[in-house]
Each structure stands twice: as C-alpha cells, then as structure tokens.
Nanobody
Framework: QVRLAESGGGSIQAGGSLRLSCDYGRIPYSGYCMAWFRRRSGSEREAVAGIGANGNTTYTDSVKGRFTISLNRAQGTMYLQMVNLEPEDTAMYYC?????????????????????WGKGTPVTISS
C-alpha cells in the first residue's frame, strides 16, 4: 500500500519561503506521476504543481516563478519549494500520486483523479 506523508508547513509572513516535503517511500508500479494540490478556505481543491514520469513539470499560473516541484525517486520524496509567498497561498497542501496512465507529463497529474493522497500540511501566510 502506498502512503504519502506531507511535512514542512507552517505560519510565516508574506515574502517568506517554505519547503514542503512528501515522503512516499516506494511506489510499486512501473510508472507514476506526482503532484501538489491545495485547498484554500471556501474553495475547491486545486492542482498547484505536477511532475511526470519523464520529469516534465507543470504549474498553475498563480505560482509560476515562485514554486518549484522536484522529486527524488531513489529516496521516495517529493518537494515543493515555495518562495515569495503571498497571503493567497494560505491553504492546506496535499501531495498525491497517480499510477494509472496517463502519467508521463506533469500535466497528466494536474487533475483530482489521483490514486493516492496524503493527509495534508497547513500553510498560513500573514500580510
């Protein structure tokens, strides 16, 4: 069974940085993609960044240039480096994995149709 565990969330001021981690250990499938999602208060869960089996990355427009997704498959850890954080980034952040095709590109992982989810880590940005 695949288990995802997020960490690294916190409360900081606008303009600061955080790095989220998602420990997933081992995914016993031939291919997969992974992504970060967030749920802001009063909003639906949305995709933030995805990384495909080929290493391709995709970002939602509001975080481009500020967030960087990366994946260490050997270690079984995914990261989301976030800089220049804004109050609008306040949300619960979740990591997720998709093991069913398609999973080649980061864009393949930018939907809610994922196979495994973590429980989330909270991020609060104050102005």
């Amino acid at each position: 069974q695949v288990r995802l565990a997020e960490s690294g969330g916190g409360s900081i001021q606008a303009g600061g940085s955080l790095r989220l981690s998602c420990d997933y250990g081992r995914i016993p499938y031939s291919g997969y993609c992974m992504a970060w999602f967030r749920r802001r208060s009063g909003s639906e869960r949305e995709a933030v960044a995805g990384i495909g089996a080929n290493g391709n990355t995709t970002y939602t427009d509001s975080v481009k240039g500020r967030f960087t997704i990366s994946l260490n498959r050997a270690q079984g850890t995914m990261y989301l480096q976030m800089v220049n954080l804004e109050p609008e980034d306040t949300a619960m952040y979740y990591c997720a994995a998709r093991t069913r095709p398609p999973f080649v590109t980061g864009g393949d992982c930018m939907s809610l149709d994922m196979d495994y989810w973590g429980k989330g880590t909270p991020v609060t940005i104050s102005s």
